[in-house]
């Protein structure tokens, strides 16, 4: 068929590559293109989705004009906003959205959430961690779309677990909403373009994290590549991780303030900031660190940081039970229990030079540092709003997803004990959703790509579980074969999704384009700080690599750094 003039337009605003690409695609497919208008109020069949629904409709399609400039500008796109109806009456609706660029690059982007959703992605902004000297994906050509998996978070936002009360609502949540929403948004795209998507990748961090490896674990077909910055593949196993910690910091006592978060924070800076070659203040041999700092015998600032006999007597030192709290943390958990899944504990995290919520840093990001971390208030029952994130989270698990008793008390559940029949068969019904396997064969066998990273001093989401997945797939494939597909890259004093120490920022995008598309694996990428020291570079060191100081050059620039075992 001869291709619409609008298509004709769309393909030579792409160059000749592009043209190829669309116009192909647009002979295969016996349909024109469809303005954003006439996208508004259309049906979306429940059989062009693989997983059961009742169909959904497109609630809204409105152009958006180009607003912005530089790496912040966002261009003229149509804007598609859908909801896919459930089987069960009862559960709430799959909410999405679409950016449609009015220039496309033949290509679509899925963006994943973070904590329990419930919210949709900004569709118009960058991948996670993502680069601030670069177009945003919509600018790059890019479709975009992401879901709030299947329900609508209430004031809580990330930490809304009442969705975990209605069972299609938590199979969403687990992982089914991921290829619901793809398939709805293929179809928008579909209807934009007459052309079915050339390449498919999807980003996420944490929860979305777990939901790119889940996609490309169950539905390989459906996708090219993905990014998974921190994320919670076992994200069962880390939940229960976190609720040892949570009991760990409810004890009288235990809970660190801000001031004693500086404290455990600056004692481990200046006992392994060197480590690596040079004090700059960032902790990069974690390894060795782990292995030499002990908080029990640390000194702060020529002092012990452990107080007095052992008793809390200030802000300028630990008192025994909270170091003994933060050794907890620190080392890994056994379950009293075995999860369906398979997994019997969780590894630990690296505390030592962590950023648990320091509230003396002045940085904009920094109350959000600390609301993902320690808060302001310690966990209890019933769990206060200001508690630690993985503690409000517990909370809602074990009332929502659990026990499904919003009068239980969650510091009650201590997961190094052996639990009743009952709450094993439910955790292993969250874990059967939410904990992956690493057999990625069916997305290998296809010649898909993984970028894999992650903050070192992620005290939420243990960079350890990351480095264990990579392991986990160098024993199915093959350390040679997994050099082939994935990529491991640790960024030290990065935390969960910020950090004032180092706030991560990276093209992944750009190195995926390259390794899934024209099969240049990643070489001498190098990750930006955007906060800490704003512009300072490091490389990005291929795990367990990390990166040391080479005895001379400019600290802040990642040429004066190589990748040392």
Same mark, same amino acid.
């Given at each position: 068929?001869?291709?619409?003039?609008?298509?004709?337009?769309?393909?030579?605003?792409?160059?000749?590559?592009?043209?190829?690409?669309?116009?192909?695609?647009?002979?295969?497919?016996?349909?024109?293109?469809?303005?954003?208008?006439?996208?508004?109020?259309?049906?979306?069949?429940?059989?062009?989705?693989?997983?059961?629904?009742?169909?959904?409709?497109?609630?809204?399609?409105?152009?958006?004009?180009?607003?912005?400039?530089?790496?912040?500008?966002?261009?003229?796109?149509?804007?598609?906003?859908?909801?896919?109806?459930?089987?069960?009456?009862?559960?709430?609706?799959?909410?999405?959205?679409?950016?449609?660029?009015?220039?496309? +690059? =033949?290509?679509?982007?899925?963006?994943?959430?973070?904590?329990?959703?419930?919210?949709?992605? +900004?569709?118009?902004?960058?991948?996670?961690?993502?680069?601030?000297?670069?177009?945003?994906?919509?600018?790059?050509?890019?479709?975009?779309?992401?879901?709030?998996?299947?329900?609508?978070?209430?004031?809580?936002?990330?930490?809304?677990?009442?969705?975990?009360?209605?069972?299609?609502?938590?199979?969403?949540?687990?992982?089914?909403?991921?290829?619901?929403?793809?398939?709805?948004?293929?179809?928008?795209?579909?209807?934009?373009?007459?052309?079915?998507?050339?390449?498919?990748?999807?980003?996420?961090?944490?929860?979305?994290?777990? #939901?790119?490896?889940?996609?490309?674990?169950?539905?390989?077909?459906?996708?090219?590549?993905?990014?998974?910055?921190?994320?919670?593949?076992?994200?069962?196993?880390?939940?229960?991780?976190?609720?040892?910690?949570?009991?760990?910091?409810?004890?009288?006592?235990?809970?660190?303030?801000?001031?004693?978060?500086?404290?455990?924070?600056?004692?481990?800076?200046?006992?392994?900031?060197?480590?690596?070659?040079?004090?700059?203040?960032?902790?990069?041999?974690?390894?060795?660190?782990?292995?030499?700092?002990?908080?029990?015998?640390?000194?702060? +600032?020529?002092?012990?940081?452990?107080?007095?006999?052992?008793?809390?007597?200030?802000?300028?030192?630990?008192?025994?039970?909270?170091? #003994?709290?933060?050794?907890?943390?620190?080392?890994?958990?056994?379950?009293?229990?075995?999860?369906?899944?398979? #997994?019997?504990?969780?590894?630990?995290?690296?505390?030592?030079?962590?950023?648990?919520?320091?509230?003396?840093?002045?940085?904009?990001?920094?109350?959000?540092?600390?609301?993902?971390?320690?808060?302001?208030?310690?966990?209890? +029952?019933?769990?206060?709003?200001?508690?630690?994130?993985?503690?409000?989270?517990?909370?809602?698990?074990?009332?929502?997803?659990?026990?499904?008793?919003?009068?239980?008390?969650?510091?009650?559940?201590?997961?190094?004990?052996?639990?009743?029949?009952?709450?094993?068969?439910?955790?292993?019904?969250?874990?059967?959703?939410?904990?992956?396997?690493?057999?990625?064969?069916?997305?290998?066998?296809?010649?898909?790509?993984?970028?894999?990273?992650?903050?070192?001093?992620?005290?939420?989401?243990?960079?350890?579980?990351?480095?264990?997945?990579?392991?986990?797939?160098?024993?199915?494939?093959?350390?040679?074969?997994?050099? =082939?597909?994935?990529?491991?890259? #640790?960024?030290?004093?990065?935390?969960?999704?910020?950090?004032?120490?180092?706030?991560?920022?990276?093209?992944?995008?750009?190195?995926?384009?390259?390794?899934?598309?024209?099969?240049?694996?990643?070489?001498?990428?190098?990750?930006?700080?955007?906060?800490?020291?704003?512009?300072?570079?490091?490389?990005?060191?291929?795990?367990?690599?990390?990166?040391?100081?080479?005895?001379?050059?400019?600290?802040?620039?990642?040429?004066?750094?190589?990748?040392?075992?």
């Amino acid at each position: 068929m001869t291709a619409p003039p609008r298509m004709k337009r769309i393909a030579s605003a792409l160059g000749a590559a592009g043209a190829a690409l669309l116009l192909a695609a647009c002979g295969g497919n016996d349909q024109s293109p469809l303005a954003c208008a006439d996208l508004n109020g259309m049906a979306i069949p429940a059989s062009v989705i693989g997983l059961p629904t009742t169909g959904g409709t497109v609630t809204s399609a409105t152009v958006v004009a180009p607003t912005g400039s530089g790496a912040t500008a966002v261009p003229e796109h149509c804007l598609v906003n859908a909801a896919l109806s459930p089987v069960d009456p009862a559960a709430p609706r799959i909410l999405l959205r679409v950016a449609l660029p009015t220039v496309w +690059n =033949g290509k679509v982007l899925m963006l994943g959430g973070g904590g329990f959703d419930g919210s949709i992605p +900004n569709v118009v902004g960058n991948v996670p961690a993502g680069p601030t000297d670069r177009p945003l994906p919509l600018a790059r050509g890019y479709a975009v779309f992401g879901s709030d998996s299947g329900h609508q978070a209430g004031a809580r936002g990330s930490l809304d677990g009442t969705f975990g009360q209605n069972d299609e609502a938590l199979a969403n949540w687990g992982g089914l909403a991921l290829k619901k929403t793809r398939d709805a948004a293929v179809h928008i795209v579909r209807q934009r373009y007459a052309a079915h998507p050339a390449k498919a990748y999807f980003a996420g961090g944490s929860t979305g994290g777990r #939901e790119a490896i889940q996609s490309i674990q169950r539905w390989p077909a459906d996708w090219d590549g993905a990014i998974a910055w921190y994320p919670a593949w076992n994200q069962a196993s880390a939940m229960l991780g976190g609720q040892k910690a949570s009991v760990m910091l409810s004890r009288p006592g235990a809970y660190l303030n801000g001031a004693k978060r500086l404290a455990i924070h600056q004692a481990a800076v200046q006992a392994c900031d060197s480590l690596d070659g040079v004090a700059d203040g960032l902790i990069s041999h974690q390894a060795a660190c782990n292995a030499s700092f002990d908080p029990a015998t640390a000194m702060l +600032n020529g002092a012990p940081l452990r107080c007095a006999g052992g008793v809390d007597t200030g802000d300028n030192c630990l008192s025994d039970v909270q170091i #003994e709290t933060l050794k907890a943390m620190n080392g890994p958990v056994r379950f009293g229990f075995a999860l369906a899944s398979g #997994e019997t504990g969780y590894p630990g995290y690296n505390m030592w030079g962590a950023d648990l919520g320091i509230t003396s840093i002045t940085t904009t990001i920094q109350p959000t540092i600390t609301f993902l971390n320690f808060g302001s208030s310690q966990p209890a +029952n019933p769990m206060p709003a200001t508690a630690p994130y993985i503690s409000q989270q517990l909370d809602q698990v074990l009332k929502h997803i659990i026990t499904r008793d919003a009068s239980f008390n969650p510091l009650s559940f201590d997961p190094t004990q052996a639990q009743p029949a009952s709450l094993v068969t439910r955790w292993g019904v969250l874990a059967g959703m939410i904990d992956q396997s690493p057999d990625l064969s069916g997305f290998v066998d296809r010649g898909g790509k993984l970028l894999l990273a992650h903050g070192v001093h992620d005290a939420l989401v243990s960079p350890r579980a990351t480095a264990d997945f990579l392991g986990r797939l160098q024993q199915r494939f093959g350390a040679a074969r997994v050099e =082939g597909f994935a990529r491991y890259y #640790e960024v030290p004093g990065f935390g969960h999704a910020f950090s004032s120490q180092f706030n991560a920022s990276w093209d992944s995008l750009t190195a995926l384009e390259q390794w899934a598309e024209k099969g240049v694996a990643p070489a001498g990428q190098v990750v930006r700080d955007t906060v800490g020291v704003p512009g300072r570079t490091r490389p990005l060191c291929d795990y367990p690599k990390w990166p040391r100081y080479a005895g001379s050059g400019d600290v802040n620039l990642a040429a004066s750094y190589t990748c040392a075992n």
